[in-house]
């Protein structure tokens, strides 16, 4: 027996405290030229010095259309942020954009993203995911600017919940409900006033047209109703003519204004005003840079890269395009937030999208609308071939002649691509499914599914292949169909939604009987035996992998066959029947083998170890886990390693090498940890709690076990929460906690109600048999 004098130092399992958290810079860049509102951000200012560090600051900044609300945020936002060391956060939530607005899911996946929690960990519930945010900004000063948002839904799960940070919100809205619930400042914005509205002018021009003089910019002030918005536009393109007066630019305007007055009922001065600066500034634009700019409004997202707009670029090449799109940026007619991206302000967006209805046929728009849709389509395919190889393709149509789907030279090529267009993949299938492009709108999700399995962007990873199965279901494709079920029983399942998941399954197992798709069949049996495997239903589990087992036999799919031939492996060791979970792992491991899959074979083998253990065989089973452990280096598989290392831990605990089998833990715990599953993190404390309890440290043991049992208990997972209980229990006996311990032990038996499986009753017997 190894004696706690044995262990010195060394082992640390990092708890909350966590001094490595990112901090993440998202604020765009500070608006250049801005000019005045001193007194709006004196009013800003005070807002910071009254309230101090004792609340949340909630400022809202309201007013109309193009009033210059996100300049003003991000002019302020950057004269404090050195007041929030924990970092900046920014979203455009596009709540008056053509298009859906951000849901605040979409957000929390993103700002949780950047606070440093990792995709396959960040919830798939809204409520769950909020609380997770709060959490994290807690004790931290953080700036939030949340932009352009539309209603009190969209801001309020986006608040931290404790002293300390900054939110602020641009809307067209006062967005009455935060001032009245949450306590927001509310600033409304007015238009500039006459000397305002020049002095922006100038700033632009005077370098250009130093020879203007203040009643022509008075008037063409005027003109653009002093908004900001109007006023950049209009000085740029005066500023692009200096040799042509400004009285004639005026007398453009007014033909511009007459032209708008003729054609609207007039009872919005300040709309009429920025569309007037918007058509006059458009008909001045080159033909071809015209077209780009309005079919660029036929565009799914806001917000797009070179190589998307080059698919409208009416036969240019990309840097014709680059060249076309710089036009578009000097006109103020669109922004470039980064390199080789750009994006409209959400009006100039609708009046894009206005002109393509005005001067393209409906052929030609629809036309434009597929073409983007494809590429899109097909890159995402493109995409999938390195960031997840082992799936199979969709078949897609041939592109037509003269469209070229985005390349990638690897792995990190594909992965900055997908973050990069993860807004627009969704936006490019809810605009197939309005336009009614059902094969498109089922393709997309179908495709992505191979990286949304990966990667657990839940929330957008429902709504796509919700969208799918809609569109599958409209053309009639059973096939299309079974494969947006299978594809939503994944994310139920892996969302910890295992009735629903298993619902979505069954529903793709009835469609490819249906259809006679054999394989599918035998692949929705698996799926199903998998999540009733997780519920620890191992009568249907071992009942569904033995159907699937005997199809994959009959159609010659060796490779199907070993994966569950394993999990009847598991399924028959978790039976307590080690004989017969031998015969299955046994053979599993010889056909992985024989395959040459190594991952196969290391799964396998973790298997075997655990059947060898409980059968009296500790080295043998320490020998078979080092060598799947040997497996999962190689290949430098971190999930394969986080998982496999649980069961190397045990194999030591039983070989008596607890200072190994501590280590093992740890690096268990701190692999789920970044990989973002919190039942096997939780089980990897666990490990540890019984390896502290076989060194005669049942304090230390105790705390581990309690951590575990808390996440257990959280994720509703009742088996492994009953195991942590136990535990739990019997490093507090030890300590002479008694009733403490008998509490636990209670609770444990509670939750081991439901399961009548050997190990279940074996277990329940033990702990009657402790508190008795």
Not at 323 to 331: E, M, P, T, Y
Not at 749 to 772: C, F, K, N, Q, T
Request: charged share 25%; with cysteine; hydrophobic share 40%.
């Amino acid at each position: 027996m190894v004696q706690a004098r044995d262990i010195s130092g060394g082992i640390h399992f990092h708890r909350d405290s966590r001094p490595d958290q990112p901090r993440p810079r998202q604020l765009p860049g500070d608006v250049r030229g801005f000019v005045n509102r001193g007194e709006e951000l004196g009013r800003l200012d005070a807002i910071l010095t009254d309230g101090g560090d004792e609340s949340v600051s909630v400022c809202v900044l309201a007013g109309t259309a193009g009033v210059g609300k996100t300049s003003l945020a991000l002019r302020w936002a950057h004269r404090v942020k050195d007041r929030f060391p924990d970092g900046q956060l920014y979203v455009n939530l596009r709540g008056y954009d053509p298009g859906a607005p951000v849901t605040p899911q979409e957000v929390l996946h993103r700002f949780l993203s950047a606070l440093g929690v990792p995709t396959a960990a960040i919830p798939a519930d809204l409520e769950a995911g909020a609380a997770l945010y709060r959490s994290l900004l807690a004790g931290r000063r953080v700036l939030v600017v949340l932009d352009n948002a539309a209603t009190v839904g969209q801001v309020r799960p986006l608040l931290p919940g404790t002293a300390g940070c900054l939110v602020i919100v641009t809307s067209r809205n006062r967005l009455s409900g935060l001032a009245v619930r949450d306590g927001a400042h509310t600033l409304t914005l007015s238009t500039l006033d006459e000397s305002e509205a020049i002095a922006l002018l100038s700033v632009v021009t005077a370098a250009y047209r130093p020879q203007d003089d203040r009643d022509q910019l008075t008037e063409l002030a005027r003109l653009c109703a002093r908004l900001p918005l109007a006023l950049r536009i209009a000085a740029e393109r005066a500023a692009s003519r200096p040799q042509m007066g400004l009285d004639d630019l005026i007398r453009d305007l007014r033909d511009e204004s007459a032209l708008w007055d003729a054609l609207s009922v007039g009872d919005d001065e300040e709309a009429e005003a920025v569309r007037t600066v918007f058509a006059w500034s458009y008909r001045a634009l080159p033909a071809e840079a015209a077209r780009l700019f309005r079919l660029l409004g036929l565009h799914p997202g806001a917000e797009f890269g070179t190589a998307a707009a080059a698919v409208f670029g009416v036969g240019q090449g990309t840097g014709s395009v680059r060249h076309l799109l710089d036009v578009l940026v000097g006109a103020h007619l669109l922004d470039q937030t980064g390199p080789d991206r750009y994006e409209f302000h959400d009006l100039l967006r609708a009046y894009a999208a206005d002109q393509a209805r005005q001067e393209e046929s409906p052929e030609e728009r629809e036309a434009a609308l597929r073409r983007v849709l494809v590429w899109y389509l097909h890159s995402a395919d493109g995409a999938q071939t390195w960031i997840n190889p082992q799936e199979a393709h969709i078949a897609l149509e041939p592109l037509s002649e003269g469209l070229t789907p985005a390349s990638f030279a690897d792995y990190e090529e594909a992965m900055r691509w997908y973050e990069a267009e993860r807004g627009n993949l969704l936006a490019a299938t809810r605009a197939a499914e309005k336009a009614g492009l059902d094969v498109i709108a089922w393709q997309l999700p179908a495709v992505l599914r191979s990286v949304h399995m990966l990667l657990n962007p839940f929330e957008e990873w429902l709504t796509m292949s919700r969208i799918g199965l809609g569109a599958a279901r409209r053309v009639g494709d059973r096939t299309a169909e079974a494969e947006l079920l299978e594809s939503l029983g994944m994310a139920c399942t892996q969302s910890q939604r295992l009735a629903e998941g298993a619902e979505y399954h069954q529903g793709a197992l009835a469609a490819r009987r249906e259809t006679g798709d054999r394989l599918g069949e035998a692949l929705s049996l698996n799926d199903i035996g998998l999540i009733h495997l997780r519920g620890r239903r191992l009568g249907e589990a071992r009942d569904h992998f033995e159907q699937a087992v005997a199809l994959f036999q009959e159609l010659g799919a060796a490779h199907w066959e070993a994966v569950v031939t394993a999990n009847l492996a598991e399924v028959t060791y978790e039976l307590a029947r080690p004989e017969e979970a031998s015969a299955f792992v046994q053979r599993a491991l010889e056909m992985h083998r024989e395959l040459g899959n190594q991952g196969g074979e290391g799964n396998a083998l973790r298997i075997l170890s655990a059947v060898q253990r409980e059968s009296g065989q500790p080295e043998e089973a320490l020998r078979s886990a080092q060598d799947a452990l040997d497996i999962a280096r190689t290949h430098r598989n971190h999930m394969w390693e986080g998982y496999w290392l649980l069961e190397l831990g045990r194999a030591q605990q039983a070989n008596g090498e607890l200072h190994d089998a501590l280590v093992s833990f740890q690096r268990a715990a701190s692999l789920q940890r970044r990989l973002g599953d919190r039942a096997r993190e939780a089980r990897a404390w666990d490990g540890a709690g019984e390896t502290y309890r076989r060194l005669g440290r049942p304090a230390e043991a105790a705390d581990f076990h309690r951590r575990a049992a808390a996440t257990h208990r959280e994720l509703d997972d009742l088996w492994h929460t009953a195991l942590a209980l136990d535990g739990l229990a019997g490093a507090l006996s030890e300590a002479d906690e008694t009733e403490e311990a008998r509490r636990h032990w209670t609770e444990a038996l509670r939750a081991l109600a439901s399961y009548g499986d050997p190990r279940a009753a074996g277990l329940r017997e033990r702990i009657v048999a402790a508190l008795e």
